[in-house]
Structure formats: structure tokens, C-alpha cells
């Protein structure tokens, strides 16, 4: 009966403490945590004892118990005091202490240490506790609002050097290091347990996460002051800003895995890490082997076209470029403390990037290095890779043995159906298997939109599935060309067109690509935001000849010659189809060059590759000697030289004359040296010597029964 008793009444002085701190004025707070001594005489060896309740009249805190019974009038103010049996109200510290949310051994080895040289740190110390029992019991805003009205109170001023420093921000800085060090420390100690020994702990761990949050909001409220300058103040909140939520993050994802036991009690598809280690490297490789070459042009910055990672590759690499190498502070330094014993994965992504760590060891190991490694910022991305990973570790297992884990993260942590499934179709586009692409097919039209990632459109391409590539990219939006998108994304938009026989769309998609590119007002703005260099005429080259190699590939070349190509186009497609002559004289390319010109009456030009190209047959049939190779080369050869010759007699006589006689220069975007090259280099744009000699020659014109010349 006493015990219950006593138990009440510790419950009631702790509910009262509490409200009159969570209705203590800010400024009042900082009085509160001040230091007090008797002031009933001067000589302070005859009293100066430590001052724990209020005057009832004037409410100072000047006189001690003992003092307070025999003084008349207040030390500070001279006001009567009242003569009663009434007790003096506790001052708000030592009220915390009574309600038992301040240890009173703690106050007592405070005072212990208290001298003259230590009073300003008891000063702060018991602001600290203040601040301690705030955070404890759900009073953040208490703290935020001692930032805001005291600390950005510019007005809030005093004489008294400890009330002074009191007003700092950087008091409040310092207890956010002091509590955020405590509290990894408490983390350390819980992460070392067994899992069943961290699953008794569950509770505390949630106090922590919320002592964290609390934090979190104080800093954020604290930085608002110093947002917009370069201060070292600022630089150093940031810091700390960032290790808490990283630990906060961790911690979270922590206790979702213990509440699953690591799932210790869900069967991987992998016998073993060597196991899972073995199938990554086999997906890297068949990726590296169905990558499509850069054949555009190998010397340019263009590195979009030359890669063949895979999604968890990228996402992790992202991880490292936000992580940043500024120099460690403390809180930092902290963090490394959380990783388990023995683990080396944090050195080994330190020494070869995170994504050199894929597939992580262990479930621990993946929340250690996702969430204690890059940008707080990126928490999404990091959910996103978890997800990733407990796809890989489950897929190909029967659905109800490991769905519901999947399911229970996602509700855990807000991630929506989309982010969901959008991880899934990342994992199954890596996966190599036919069924992982049939998978991800079928989940693509209920992902796909303005936000999917560019490079889906390119490993279906790579995966020899284009038209699921093009669906992919007109659920995007992005396939029309109206809009502003990278280089790559440009090159994979022509390539899938090409593959899904769509020439002309592919044709109209880059000269819009191109116009866009050469907005400059518009190009410039889009350059800053995603630090690329985009020069138009590059991208004409770059398209152009994308086309031009893959029309040859598909032997579209016939069709690609009837576009309204413009002069600038041409350039391009001259040299790619010359280039492809050079290393295979038996192929059609050069002659369906010397076509592409006669189309367009353009005789001479037609002439002059004819004869560039029968030098390179003749060539070849002396080094030849196959009868079949031979005879196809001559075969060839006779039919384009009586198309040429049969366009050259329409020439007026003049020019048939010095055309023969090798007296008329080079014309249009063919070579003017008499050498044939081993290959153009398509890095630099020909400029024709001459105009178009055909615009200042009268053309011929069909009457009757043949072409007359006016």
C-alpha cells in the first residue's frame, strides 16, 4: 500500500514537471538552467549554497531554504517577502530531479565537480538535462522553439556572460553532438547482440529512432539561420544533419530485418554467397556480350553508348558519386561503429566502389553499406536497391515463401506499388534467362510513363526485343523528339526505330533531335543542368551515321537513299557508305552510293565514285583469286558503269569532256585525294571544294522522247 503510495506521488511531480516545462517560456529556460547561489549575505563562505526554490513574491531564485525563513526582502529585487507556512516552489531543474526525470546522482557529481573555473559548464550541463527531458518525453518543440525565439533572437541580449553564452546556437549544436554520440553508442552496444537478444530490444530501438527524428527536426530549424552562407557553422550542421538520418535510416531498416530474424527462416535460391557471386558474373558477361558496339565514333566523349552494366551496377555506382570525399568529422567517424564485427564489405567499398560489392554477403552486410554509405538524400534509391536485392535472393523460389517479406517492406516503408514493381522489372532486365524477359515484359506496360529509366528502351534493344523498346518509349512520352534528352537516349530512340523497320520514323525523329540541338539558347540551359556538351553538328553526325550502319546491317540501304536527306545529312551518309565500300568492296554499299546521286541527277558526283569504286574492285579481284568473288565484283562493276555512263551523256559536252579527262575538281562530299583512304574519320566534316556545279548547269529536261537542255 505505502508503495503504491510513493508510486503516485513520483507519478504526479513527474506529470507536473513536465507540464511546466512544456509551458516554460523559452527565454525563461535559460534562468532555469543557471546556476544559483544564496544571496542572503555577501561573505558567500558563510552561505552560497545552491538555490533550488523560488521566492513566492517576486518569483527570484535568490535565497535557500534555510535563508529564505529569516531574510524580510528579496536580495535582488528589495520586494517583502511573505511570511507562511506555504513551501517555496521548486525551480524547474530541481523540479525534474524530484519527478525523477533528472538523475539526482548526476547533480550531485555536477556539483562535486563545480568550481570556479567549471561554473559555465554546469551552466550548460543542466540546459543539456533540460534539453534531455524534452527529447525523452516528446518536447522537441520545446528545443526548437529555444532556437527560434532565443537563438534568432537578435534582440535577446544580456550582460550576465553565462546567460550569454546560453543564448548561442552553439549550444544547441554541441547537445546535438553530445546526444547523437550517446545514442550511437547505446546502438553499438544493441547491434552486437545475438538476434534474439536484438529482438528484446525492439523497443528501445524505436525510442532511439524517435530521439533521432527529434533531432533531426532541431537541426533543420537550427540550419534555417545559417542557410545561404559558406560558414563552417553551417558546414558542420550539415554534416551532423546527415549522419543522423543515415543512422535513423539504418536504424529502421535494422529493425524491420530483426523482426524478420535476418530472414534466417526464408530459404535463399542461392545454396551459398559463391553460388550467388558465380550467377552475377554470368549476367555481367552475357551483358558485355549482347552490348551493342559504339560504332558511331570510339574517340568521342561518348561513354552512354559504350557501357554494358547492369541496373544494380549503375544504382550502386550513383551511391558512390553522392557519397563525396570531404573530410570525416566526428559524428562520422561514429557511424563505421554500427557495421558488424568482422565485416570487412565497408573497406572493400571504400577500396573498389559499392558496386564492386554486389551481391552483398549477407542481408546485414547490404544494410550496413546501403545505409551507411551515401547521401541521406538518396534514401529512395537505397529502398530501391534493397528491394533489388531481395528479388535476386528470392526470385525463382515458390511465391508464398518469400512474397510476403517483399510485401511487408514495402508497406513498412511507404514504397509504392510502381516503385515496387519497377524494381522487379530492374532485376529481371539484368537477369539473363528468357523468363526473366518474359517477366519483365509483362510488367512493363503497367510501369512504364514519364519517370522510366532511359536505359530500359536499351537492354530491351539489346535483348533483341525493339518493339517492346518502342512501346517503352511511347508510354514515356519521350519518343516524338519534342522534348530535351541526352545523346544516348537520342542514338537509342534511331537504333530501335531501325530495328522495328520504322526508316522514316527514325529519319524524322533525328532531324527533330537535331533542330532541338541546334537551339542554342535552349541547348545551353539543358548543358547546365546535366553537364554535357552538346553540339548539334555532333549530333547530326552521330545520328546520321547510326542510321547509315544500321540500314547496311539490315540491308535497308535501298530505302535509306530515297530519303529527302539535306545537304549537311549527306555529308555523313557519303562517308559512311564509302567507308563500308573501302573495307568490303564485294558489298552494294558503294554502289548504292553512286545510286543515291543519280536519283538526284547529280551525275557528276555519281561518276566520280564510280570511279573511286572500280579502283577499289580492280584492286581486290588482282588480290582475289576466287572465280565467284571475281565474277560478282565484275558483275557489279558493268552494271553500275552502264548507269553512270548512260547519266553522264546527258551532261552537256563540255563537262562530259573535263569530267573524263579528270580536269574537273571533286564535287559534293567525296574525297578529293587521288588515294583512296583506308577509312574516312568521321570526326572531321568535309567541305566540298566545289559547289554543286549541277545548280549553275542548265538541267536537263524530258520532252518528247528524250531530255533536252534549255
Known amino acids: 500500500m505505502d508503495g503504491r503510495k510513493f508510486d503516485e506521488s513520483t507519478a504526479s511531480r513527474r506529470q507536473k514537471a513536465l507540464v511546466d516545462l512544456a509551458s516554460v517560456d523559452p527565454m525563461e529556460l535559460c534562468n532555469e538552467a543557471k546556476v544559483e547561489r544564496c544571496r542572503a549575505t555577501r561573505d558567500l563562505r558563510s552561505c552560497g549554497r545552491h538555490v533550488q526554490r523560488v521566492l513566492i513574491s517576486c518569483g527570484h531564485a535568490a535565497l535557500c531554504e534555510e535563508c529564505s525563513q529569516r531574510c524580510d526582502v528579496c536580495p535582488i529585487c528589495r520586494t517583502t517577502l511573505s511570511k507562511g507556512g ?33 561554473k559555465l559548464i554546469a551552466d550548460i550541463q543542466r540546459l543539456y538535462s533540460l534539453f534531455d527531458v524534452a527529447l525523452e518525453n516528446n518536447l522537441v518543440s520545446l528545443i526548437c522553439h529555444y532556437v527560434t525565439d532565443v537563438c534568432m533572437d537578435e534582440s535577446a541580449v544580456s550582460s550576465d556572460p553565462v546567460i550569454a553564452f546560453l543564448l548561442d546556437e ?96 526464408v530459404k535463399s535460391r542461392y545454396s551459398d554467397f559463391a553460388s550467388w557471386r558465380s550467377s552475377f558474373r554470368e549476367r555481367k558477361s552475357a551483358a558485355t556480350k549482347r552490348a551493342w558496339p559504339d560504332i558511331v565514333n570510339k574517340n568521342m566523349e561518348f561513354s552512354e553508348q559504350s557501357t554494358s552494366s547492369l541496373f544494380i551496377e549503375d544504382a550502386l555506382s550513383n551511391l558512390d558519386t553522392e557519397q563525396g570525399h570531404a573530410e570525416k568529422d566526428e559524428g562520422e567517424l561514429d557511424i563505421t561503429s554500427l557495421l558488424t564485427a568482422g565485416d570487412n564489405s565497408f573497406l572493400r567499398s571504400r577500396l573498389h566502389g559499392m558496386a564492386g560489392c554486389y551481391p552483398f554477403e549477407s542481408l546485414r552486410a547490404a544494410v550496413d553499406l546501403l545505409f551507411l554509405n551515401g547521401n541521406s538524400d538518396l534514401v529512395v534509391a537505397k529502398e530501391a536497391i534493397f528491394l533489388y536485392f531481395l ?8 511465391v508464398e515463401e518469400w512474397r510476403h517479406v517483399v510485401d511487408d517492406f514495402a508497406v513498412t516503408f511507404s514504397v509504392t506499388r510502381h516503385s515496387l514493381l519497377e524494381s522487379f522489372a530492374f532485376y529481371l532486365l539484368d537477369d539473363h534467362s528468357d523468363e526473366a524477359l518474359k517477366e519483365a515484359s509483362r510488367l512493363l506496360p503497367e510501369i512504364s510513363g514519364p519517370t522510366t529509366h532511359p536505359k530500359v528502351a536499351k537492354t530491351l534493344l539489346e535483348r533483341q526485343n525493339p518493339d517492346a523498346a518502342l512501346m517503352v518509349m511511347r508510354w514515356s512520352g519521350r519518343d516524338g523528339g519534342a522534348g530535351l534528352v541526352s545523346l544516348g537516349e537520342a542514338v537509342t530512340a534511331v537504333r530501335v526505330r531501325v530495328e522495328c523497320g520504322l526508316l522514316t520514323e527514325a529519319f524524322m525523329y533525328q532531324r527533330t533531335a537535331v533542330a532541338k540541338a541546334k537551339d542554342k539558347k535552349v541547348m545551353d540551359d539543358y548543358d547546365e543542368i546535366n553537364g554535357q ?26 530505302r535509306m537513299i530515297e530519303l529527302p536527306w539535306n545537304p549537311n545529312e549527306e555529308k555523313h551518309l557519303h562517308k559512311c557508305l564509302f567507308d563500308f565500300a573501302i573495307d568490303d568492296p564485294s558489298s552494294t554499299a558503294g554502289s548504292l552510293l553512286v545510286v543515291f546521286y ?12 564510280d570511279r573511286k569504286l572500280e579502283t577499289l574492285e580492280e584492286d581486290l579481284i588482282s588480290r582475289n583469286q576466287s572465280d565467284e568473288t571475281s565474277y560478282k565484283l565484275r558483275s557489279l562493276s558493268h552494271w553500275r558503269k552502264g548507269l553512270v555512263s548512260r547519266s553522264v551523256e546527258l551532261l552537256p559536252d563540255i563537262l562530259q569532256q573535263q569530267l573524263k579527262s579528270g580536269n574537273l575538281p571533286e564535287v559534293g562530299g567525296i574525297p578529293s585525294n587521288e588515294n583512296i583512304p583506308a577509312k574516312s574519320d568521321l570526326q572531321k566534316v568535309q567541305e566540298p571544294i566545289l559547289g554543286n556545279l549541277l545548280f549553275k548547269v ?13
Open 86 to 118: 506555504n513551501e517555496l516552489p521548486l525551480r524547474l531543474y530541481y523540479e525534474c530531479i524530484e519527478g525523477g526525470l533528472i538523475s539526482k546522482r548526476y547533480d550531485d557529481r555536477l556539483q562535486d565537480k563545480e568550481d570556479g573555473e567549471n
Open 170 to 265: 552553439k549550444v544547441v549544436k554541441d547537445w546535438c553532438w553530445r546526444t547523437f554520440k550517446t545514442l550511437l553508442t547505446e546502438l553499438q552496444g544493441i547491434y552486437s547482440l545475438t538476434v534474439e537478444e536484438m529482438n528484446g530490444k525492439l523497443g528501445s530501438l524505436l525510442k532511439i529512432s524517435s530521439k533521432l527524428a527529434g533531432m533531426s527536426n532541431v537541426l533543420e530549424v537550427l540550419e534555417s539561420s545559417f542557410r545561404g552562407s559558406v560558414s563552417a557553422m553551417f558546414q558542420d550542421l550539415n554534416h551532423l544533419q546527415d549522419s543522423i538520418l543515415k543512422t535513423k535510416q539504418h536504424l529502421e531498416i535494422m529493425t524491420w530485418c530483426i523482426r524478420h530474424q535476418f530472414l534466417e527462416n
Open 391 to 398: 528479388f535476386d535472393r528470392h526470385w525463382t523460389m515458390p
Open 533 to 558: 556538351y552538346c553540339d548539334w553538328l555532333q549530333w547530326l553526325e552521330i545520328l546520321v551515321a547510326e542510321i547509315c550502319c544500321l540500314c547496311i546491317r539490315r540491308n535497308l540501304v535501298d
Open 598 to 609: 543519280l536519283q538526284r541527277y547529280r551525275y557528276i558526283e555519281a561518276y566520280q565514285v
Open 698 to 710: 542548265p538541267q536537263p529536261k524530258w520532252e518528247g522522247n528524250g531530255f533536252v537542255y534549255p
